[in-house]
């Protein structure tokens, strides 16, 4: 099976995007991208950086140009968390591919943040908030922003990889 146009993976931090796009991207064997990734190696800085230099503003507009420098060639694309929250980029995705949210409950996702050594160092805090209530807070927040843009959700708490994978594919294909 082919992909004919990119496949995007939005949900917040921790609901498993990046890994799940690295399978997909083999089992359809096209290229992946991580846009926080992508953003990173043009700023030569990481996302913290970037937000304490530039602000939310600046990453935001470094989000939307990465966004809109993909090349046309489908890949499995791996979203910011809040990518979506401008409406020029849910436009974008919605004119050149295919968006599935992953979701997670709140508790899930600390859980998995709390597990992943790099997102201290690479991501801010995006609220004043304690780590648990500003999951939640952002969460409600993003809620509509992730349903408008995405044709299929899928509940990534206690699903392994492969098992998000599989719904995915499913739902693709």
Not at 66 to 75: F, G, I, K, R, Y
Not at 86 to 100: D, F, L, M, S, Y
Request: aromatic fraction near 4%; include cysteine; hydrophobic fraction near 35%.
């Amino acid at each position: 099976m082919t992909l004919q146009t990119h496949l995007y993976l939005t949900g917040y931090r921790g609901t498993g995007k990046t890994t799940v796009a690295r399978r997909l991207a083999r089992h359809f064997n096209v290229a992946t991208v991580d846009l926080d990734e992508r953003i990173e190696q043009v700023a030569g800085k990481t996302i913290r950086e970037i937000f304490e230099s530039s602000g939310e503003a600046g990453f935001r507009d470094l989000e939307t140009q990465a966004l809109s420098d993909l090349s046309q060639t489908p890949s499995i694309v791996s979203l910011g968390g809040g990518a979506v929250l401008r409406a020029e980029n849910r436009e974008q995705i919605a004119k050149t591919g295919t968006c599935v949210w992953l979701d997670a409950d709140a508790e899930t996702i600390a859980r998995r943040l709390d597990h992943d050594s790099t997102t201290t160092d690479r991501r801010p805090a995006l609220t004043t908030l304690n780590d648990l209530d500003e999951i939640r807070h952002l969460l409600a927040e993003r809620r509509a922003n992730y349903q408008s843009v995405a044709q299929h959700r899928v509940e990534t708490s206690g699903l392994s990889v492969e098992e998000v994978v599989q719904q995915i594919v499913a739902f693709v294909s």
